[in-house]
């Protein structure tokens, strides 16, 4: 089969790897009918080190079951399901809490000897991991059900973390479609203001479609001075930050409100951020996110894509097949596209 490998910082290629095979009872085989690159993806794009057997890419999937090892009983060849970007079991203690990122049992797949970019995938605990899309569902949905495997409910994660409800202040750092996520999941979730921070006018636009009553074009100390002056100068309930850099971090901290929450879920891309005095002790701020726990949301999720109610699957304005995955990589770290949905 056809498989995305990252060997170097901007150097990917698809190239024929071994088809995958059951290693355990627990295990399922799909056939990668849509995937997708993510923002997250970009990380490894600009600064892998040198990798001379190649770096499998991808995390994001719907597919074909095509065979199930003996011990899975909720999936059947045929089935249509969405791949969340990491396996669980489901059962553990931390999945009973809805913790599936930390599942005793659990990976992600990005990375790992399977990944998503690729025309086949093994599905570790496929029970716990697979969810079933029921048969007959139109075709033009699969985009915002593929948002289900990530993004969307990586945004809505970040919401959810923060407490996001009726009469809150929201504000969301980026314009990424982790950011666009966040400000639906906020709508959503019924925050009365919700700020967009980003400088991309065409995403933003989509942003303002989503949910979002204000724009902030400004970053670092004038998107601070801004935010603040849209809140009468008291700060946003809760910030949602969905970039992962430092000058992010700083920038939430800077427009939380006292008592406030910040939710992080953009893969942080430094190792110390700051919680004194003026950052989060001052305040008596609180820190949260983490890794979407997307399993533990799906079901939940599904019935609003299949009925319309949101449509997350408009963060996708390029498609391309998996043999120009390159191009899409260099599309978004250009920023020319904001994410590409990727056809096996």
């Avoid at 993510?38 to 770096?55: F, I, K, N, Q």
């Avoid at 697979?130 to 970040?158: C, F, K, Q, R």
């Avoid at 498609?319 to 250009?334: F, H, S, V």
Wanted: hydrophobic share 40%; aromatic share 6%; charged share 20%.
């Amino acid at each position: 089969m056809r498989a995305t490998l990252m060997y170097d910082a901007g150097d990917v290629r698809v190239e024929e790897v071994p088809d995958p095979v059951l290693q355990a009872p627990t295990d399922a085989i799909i056939r990668v009918t849509y995937a997708c690159v993510c923002g997250s993806d970009l990380h490894p794009y600009h600064d892998l080190e040198a990798t001379p057997e190649g770096r499998r890419m991808g995390h994001e999937a719907i597919g074909v079951v095509e065979q199930v090892g003996s011990d899975v009983t909720t999936l059947s060849i045929g089935d249509t399901v969405i791949v969340p970007f990491a396996w669980s079991d489901n059962t553990c203690a931390f999945c009973r809490d809805g913790i599936t990122t930390s599942c005793v049992h659990g990976g992600f797949f990005d990375g790992a000897s399977s990944a998503t970019q690729a025309e086949k995938l093994l599905v570790p605990y496929a029970d716990g991991t697979a969810v079933v899309i029921p048969a007959g569902t139109d075709e033009s949905l699969m985009p915002s059900l593929l948002t289900l495997s990530d993004v969307y409910l990586t945004g809505h994660h970040a919401a959810v973390r923060g407490g996001v409800e009726a009469g809150k202040t929201v504000a969301v750092i980026g314009d990424g479609a982790v950011g666009l996520s966040a400000v639906l999941a906020a709508k959503q979730l019924g925050a009365e203001t919700i700020i967009l921070m980003g400088r991309h006018e065409s995403r933003t636009d989509l942003g303002r479609e989503f949910g979002a009553t204000h724009v902030v074009a400004e970053r670092g100390e004038e998107g601070i001075a801004k935010v603040l002056e849209l809140t009468d100068a008291e700060g946003a309930h809760i910030v949602l930050e969905a970039v992962g850099h430092m000058p992010a971090y700083e920038q939430a901290y800077g427009i939380v409100r006292p008592g406030g929450v910040i939710s992080r879920v953009g893969v942080p891309q430094y190792e110390d951020a700051p919680v004194g005095f003026t950052s989060l002790f001052g305040k008596n701020a609180t820190l949260t996110g983490g890794p979407a726990t997307v399993r533990a949301y799906i079901e939940a999720a599904l019935p609003q894509v299949l009925d319309g109610t949101i449509e997350p699957g408009r963060v996708f304005d390029r498609e391309m097949p998996l043999a120009e995955i390159a191009e899409a990589y260099r599309l978004m770290d250009a920023r020319e596209a904001l994410k590409v949905l990727i056809r096996p």
